[in-house]
């Protein structure tokens, strides 16, 4: 028997050789070419490579040959793009794990919504647009904003909010979108944790310094932070949270599973559904997650599909030992001239710059398309957010650009 990892995240990201040290089946891994010497390096083994990763006949050749020498057991996948496919690879194979039907509703956010307007969870209204489903103009008003969306989207990718006019005007019939109604949010939180066999066993909640719909290609600081269980804010996010249970043990019912589920608090001290997804959080929450209640969620779920781990009497921390927050550094257009390769503060326990001296930045596609990620830890909230601003002081001195000059 095998297990089969796909993976093209960078190994700074995922442990996978220390979470599946011990694993009694062979471990096989499926990545794009330009991870292999990046993961050779540390000693991983059985890699195998593709120069198209998203070539899915590619990686259903890989895992025939691997299956007909040792018969595939588990078939993992922590990334979102990788979620569908990899459901549709276990019924291929009669896999054990997430069927096809139980990620579609989590990825395809028309299902998603349709399904929890059927359950009556509260979320923004919304209307669907494809070549075979016209712009429902009854919905849409000229003088009122709307967030549009790819039906498939990833992340704050392609978000943008628009007029009525606008999108009456530029919009095409040949676009697949969901387009909802604009929210006045006081806040967006996530609630991120992990579910067992359709109960939830481990959950804690984040709160997001500006809701990522209202970049529209304009971007600045983004923090998310871990929210403590003694703010009131914390229990009636939880309490609206419970309602959404249903739509976990219906598609989650059989397995261990992260979560990430999105909600606004409106101006009106409302909680309305932004999205939910059967996935760890991007922005480096799971990070956040660890470092604050001492989790790996995605070391959690990796041994529980290998059967490495029983959930059944695993005691979860109730409380942070200390709060964190990611803190997102927008880019700048330009050529990079200053950007430090480190940090002098012992508060930050992660930094992973994403630009250096001599890049070219010359476009900024979504909100955590930033220069850097920096997570920092405090003992309260007013501490954290003390060490934020000074944090963006020293970002302020230490990153500069000037304007690039093409040939």
Known sequence: MSIVVLNQMPSKIVNFRDWLEGAKEEVEYIMPLKRKKEFESLGYKNLHVVDNYFDDQS???????????????????????????????????????????????????????????????????????????????????????????????????????????????????????????????????????????????????????????????????????????????????????????????????????????????????????????????GARISELVRQSYSISMEEIVVKYAAGMINLENFQFPKTPKNLHAVFMLPKKRGEVVEFPDSLPFEWVVEYQPRVRKGKVVDSINYSSDCAAFVIISGENKKNLWGKISELEQYFKETYKVKEHIYE
């Open 59 to 281: 990686v259903l050749n890989i895992l025939q040959d691997i299956n007909n020498k040792s018969k595939i057991s588990a078939l993992i996948a922590l990334d979102e793009l990788d979620l569908e496919r990899a459901s549709l690879f276990r019924e291929f194979f009669g896999i054990q794990g997430q069927k096809y039907s139980e990620t579609i509703i989590f990825r395809n956010k028309y299902f998603m919504k349709l399904y929890a307007l059927k359950s009556g969870i509260k979320i923004p209204k919304f209307t669907y647009l494809s070549s075979n489903h016209p712009l429902d103009l009854q919905f849409i008003h000229f003088d009122k904003k709307y967030v549009l969306k790819d039906v498939d989207g990833t992340g704050s990718m392609n978000i943008r909010v628009e007029y009525g006019e606008e999108i009456v005007k530029k919009i095409s019939g040949q676009e697949e979108k969901l387009i909802e109604e604009y929210i006045d949010i006081k806040n967006m939180y996530s609630v991120d944790g992990l579910i067992l066999n359709g109960k939830v066993i481990f959950s804690c909640l984040h709160r997001y310094n500006q809701p990522t719909i209202d970049s529209n290609g304009e971007f600045t600081t983004t923090i998310v932070e871990t929210v403590s269980p003694d703010e009131l804010i914390y229990s009636e996010a939880m309490e609206f949270h419970r309602t959404l249970l249903p739509y976990y043990e219906n598609f989650l019912s059989h397995g261990c599973y992260a979560f990430h589920t999105e909600i606004f608090h409106t101006t009106s001290n409302q909680f309305l559904l932004c999205e939910l997804h059967s996935r760890c959080g």
